[in-house]
């Protein structure tokens, strides 16, 4: 059984309409897998609450923290958050070591953003998710200069601010419960 | 046609009236402080524009030197061109802290009509080919209804529509900085890619 607790704040002024896409590239490509025992929690504003966090993932065998890897796509989540999560025994973190500025009009913002998470869901190590999440932030980086070079520019440095903390060498069966 | 950048001259003593009406017949904006503490004070106010500025060196002993001004100016924007202008035979200390602080050129006070008007056209095409310029010319592609609206957007509740983000790189305010880095760090990595060549 692989558990997926997705949280997310679609009613942030800014960038609500942002962490909303990416929550949804995520329950579309997990339910494009098919794989039957694949249980998926999926918390917007509404309902991110400690209770319901509660009840929601009561279900899963471990303390949705411990034994978890964790994939973050707000800013600055790899300063602080990150290196908390590892310490309370978190196993793999993946998240931005920086302030991340968006440009919402392009698709390539989101599809970066989850693009490690699906390559670690496909079965990549968390090292190799990371990689592929910096590669993929490289592509778009090259499509979109050419029609947008100031939207390139913040993309290229989403990507520079990409980090991963805890065992690279784990891959999405270790978590499988 | 009138260039639309913006010539700043601080002089306290503009003689030569011939030069202000050959500026004033090529560029649409030309503002004279003859004071240079009186610059310093309302500077700012043009950092928002395309401005060059050409700047004596000499000023009253009751106000700030040339170098003072300049060396005001870089602390708060390196991306304005100053042309020092001036009479001043420089020694070579003075010749090295005009610079340090990035003198875009040296006129002597006796230069020709044509060697200023050149001058203040390399200037102008520092600007034009400056990250602000590049940006500016960029921004103008687009739509009025494109550059109002929100462009840049951080989770920290700040955004930015394009015109913003131009006044913020030409004030060179802390994002403006970040911003002109980011810009510059693409280009880079671009080249150093071979994505792009300097010759494209």
Redesign the interface.
């Known amino acids: 059984m692989i558990n997926t607790l997705l949280a997310y704040d679609d009613q942030d002024s800014e960038l609500g309409a942002f962490f909303e896409s990416c929550g949804k590239e995520v329950i579309d490509f997990i339910d494009n897998l098919k794989e039957e025992d694949w249980n998926t929690v999926d918390l917007n504003s509404k309902s991110l609450n400690s209770l319901n966090v509660e009840l929601q993932t009561g279900n899963f065998k471990n303390n949705f923290v411990f034994a978890s890897f964790s994939f973050c796509f707000a800013c600055s989540a790899g300063v602080d958050l990150g290196p908390d999560l590892i310490a309370k025994g978190t196993l793999g973190f993946i998240g931005y070591s920086d302030e991340v500025w968006v440009v919402p009009i392009y698709p390539a913002f989101s599809s970066c953003a989850v693009a490690g998470l699906f390559s670690f869901y496909d079965g990549a190590t968390i090292k190799q998710a990371f990689e592929f999440g910096k590669n993929k932030y490289l592509i778009e980086v090259d499509i979109l200069y050419k029609i947008d070079f100031v939207a390139a520019a913040n993309l290229s440095e989403i990507r520079d601010s990409l980090v991963f903390l805890g065992d690279g060498d784990l891959s999405i069966k270790e978590f499988d419960n | 046609m009138k260039s639309q950048s913006t010539i700043i001259i601080i002089d306290d003593q503009v003689q030569d009236e011939e030069l202000l009406i050959v500026i004033k017949e090529n560029y649409a904006d030309v503002i004279v402080y003859n004071s240079s503490t009186e610059a310093i004070k309302n500077l700012s106010r043009h950092y928002g524009h395309r401005i060059i500025i050409l700047l004596d060196l000499s000023f009253p002993t009751n106000q700030i030197n040339g170098h003072q001004v300049l060396e005001r100016i870089r602390e708060s924007n390196t991306l304005i061109p100053v042309i020092i202008f001036s009479a001043v035979n420089e020694n070579e200390s003075g010749f090295s802290d005009l610079i340090n602080n990035s003198a875009f050129g040296f006129l002597k006070r006796d230069a020709s009509l044509k060697q200023i008007l050149d001058m203040l056209q390399k200037a102008e095409f520092f600007l034009k080919t400056s990250i602000g310029g590049a940006?500016e010319e960029?921004i103008k592609t687009h739509s009025e209804e494109e550059l109002d609206r929100?462009?840049?957007?951080?989770?920290?509740?700040?955004?930015f529509t394009?015109k913003e983000?131009l006044s913020e790189v030409r004030l060179q305010t802390e994002v403006g900085q970040s911003?002109s880095k980011?810009?510059s760090?693409?280009t880079i990595?671009?080249l150093a890619r071979g994505?792009e060549n300097l010759n494209d």
Do not use: A
């Open positions: 940006l960029w929100p462009y840049l957007v951080s989770v920290d509740g700040n955004n394009l983000l911003f980011s810009l760090k693409l990595d671009l994505r």
